[in-house]
């Protein structure tokens, strides 16, 4: 069975810009989270979507915005680049909804803002 | 506030050499507290899930066990391939969604032969 799959791998860009990220979750996975991974920081939610509606929302500013689609695939867009948004972005995708379980990461996209 | 703090932040392991990572954590309404293992430029590689006090999983030379405040992994006779960061992460319980996971910083594990 094939992993949770992100494109692309590795992005740059400079400030001001913005970019998209995609997500394949896991075949029959319909939870889809997405995490901003620094060195400071850690792993850290941002949002959570299940049946084309976000779910759940972490505390990043309205820069970060996301979406899903009918065949559980998502994307990630955030806009006005600063050079703190500089991460691994990594998407998880769950097979459950609403009863807890196990979350399974993918590769992660590696964004670098100069 | 819930929160989830892993201890030690490093850890240097002569290769057969049992150890004990610890993850301690606060949180309203667990639903289940996770191990993952990281490494380097890789995406978390999930592990273990645990869903009450006393419950204990095993994995090849991995253990992990969880209390009510705390959660350990256990890990035997260690081989340099058990080299990577292992990632502790709890799930909140809020309602109306699958329940996104507070990490821990982690525990770099390093096992040298």
């Known amino acids: 069975k094939a992993g949770v799959t992100q494109t692309p791998r590795y992005l740059i860009k400079t400030r001001g810009q913005q970019v998209t990220l995609s997500c394949s979750p896991i075949?029959?996975?319909?939870?889809v989270s997405w995490y901003q991974q620094t060195p400071g920081q850690g792993l850290q939610f941002l949002f959570e979507?299940?049946?084309?509606?976000?779910?759940n929302k972490g505390n990043f500013p309205g820069r970060f915005s996301g979406r899903q689609f009918s065949n559980s695939r998502s994307e990630m867009n955030v806009s006005t680049l600063e050079l703190g948004d500089s991460a691994l972005y990594l998407c998880?995708?769950?097979?459950?909804?609403?009863?807890?379980?196990?979350?399974?990461f993918g590769p992660g996209t590696r964004l670098t803002v100069l | 506030e819930d929160q989830v703090t892993q201890s030690p932040e490093a850890l240097r392991l002569q290769e057969g050499e049992s150890s004990s990572l610890n993850c301690s954590y606060t949180?309203?309404?667990?639903?289940?507290l996770f191990w993952y293992r990281q490494d380097p430029g890789k995406g978390p590689e999930f592990l273990f899930t645990l869903y009450s006090a006393g419950e204990e999983k095993e994995k090849e030379r991995l253990k992990a066990t969880l209390t009510k405040k705390e959660s350990f992994l256990h890990i035997t006779a260690p081989k340099p391939e058990d080299s990577a960061t292992y990632l502790c992460a709890v799930q909140a319980g809020k309602r109306g969604s699958q329940g996104n996971l507070i990490f821990g910083k982690g525990t770099k594990l390093s096992v040298k032969p």
């Open positions: 075949s029959g996975h319909r939870s």
């Open positions: 979507y299940f049946s084309e509606t976000q779910r």
């Open positions: 998880a995708s769950s097979q459950n909804y609403g009863t807890g379980g196990a979350w399974k």
């Open positions: 949180v309203s309404g667990l639903r289940g």
